[in-house]
T-cell receptor
């Protein structure tokens, strides 16, 4: 395992459908993050896990969004009743827990979502 | 309120010359700064970082400079190569064991052969 992987890489769905994305972090990394990126913007923080605990959620994460990391390994991000405004690149990142802060996050290739 | 700013959306540089990408931040609690490079259809790739206790960090062709009093950092690429053409994101995080990493909007660098 040499990096963060995400599946699928691309998803096209119709408005109102539910979608689920998966992220597999670097195996020894305790922390896992989800970001959303739209055209012309940097990644925007959505939520963060330390092991299986979800420690923070952004205001961007509406009630239609839910994320899990059940065993502290892979994570899923589900969007219910998708809207056209959900179209974006969804990025996952992971970092080790060093206790020193200032940890570098390593990103996966992203899942490009298009809601029609 | 954008806490990390990259005021140049794009930059073109001749191959072999120096590329200078600039970043400004507003939150004085940031103490760790990172640069990421992103190619189309890929996730951001970590490039280089700097802690607030330093004013310079160098890694091969890449050097990051930090001016805390001005809340400004810059990334220098010398010499620039066509493969450096990408979007570069400046990012910053705070002092605690976990603080959100805040990204700037990015600067698109084109290195012309």
């Amino acid at each position: 395992d040499t990096g963060v992987s995400q599946d699928p890489r691309h998803k096209i769905t119709k408005r109102g459908q539910n979608v689920t994305f998966r992220c597999d972090p670097i195996s020894e990394h305790n922390r896992l993050y989800w970001y959303r990126q739209t055209l012309g913007q940097g990644p925007e923080f959505l939520t963060y896990f330390q092991n299986e605990a979800q420690l923070e959620k952004s205001r961007l994460l509406s009630d239609r969004f839910s994320a899990e990391r059940p065993k502290g390994s892979f994570s899923t991000l589900e969007i219910q009743r998708t809207e056209q405004g959900d179209s974006a690149m969804y990025l996952c990142a992971s970092s080790p827990l060093s206790g020193r802060g200032q940890e570098t996050q390593y990103f996966g290739p992203g899942t490009r979502l298009l809601v029609l | 309120d954008q806490q990390v700013k990259q005021n140049s959306p794009s930059l073109s540089v001749q191959e072999g010359r120096i590329s200078i990408l600039n970043c400004d931040y507003t939150n004085s609690m940031f103490d760790y700064f990172l640069w990421y490079k992103k190619y189309p259809a890929e996730g951001p790739t970590f490039l280089i970082s700097i802690s607030s206790i330093k004013d310079k960090n160098e890694d091969g062709r890449f050097t990051v400079f930090l001016n805390k009093s001005a809340k400004h950092l810059s990334l220098h690429i010398v010499p620039s190569q066509p493969g450096d053409s990408a979007v570069y994101f400046c990012a910053a995080s705070g002092v605690t064991s976990y603080d959100k990493v805040i990204f700037g909007p990015g600067t698109s660098l084109s290195v012309i052969p």
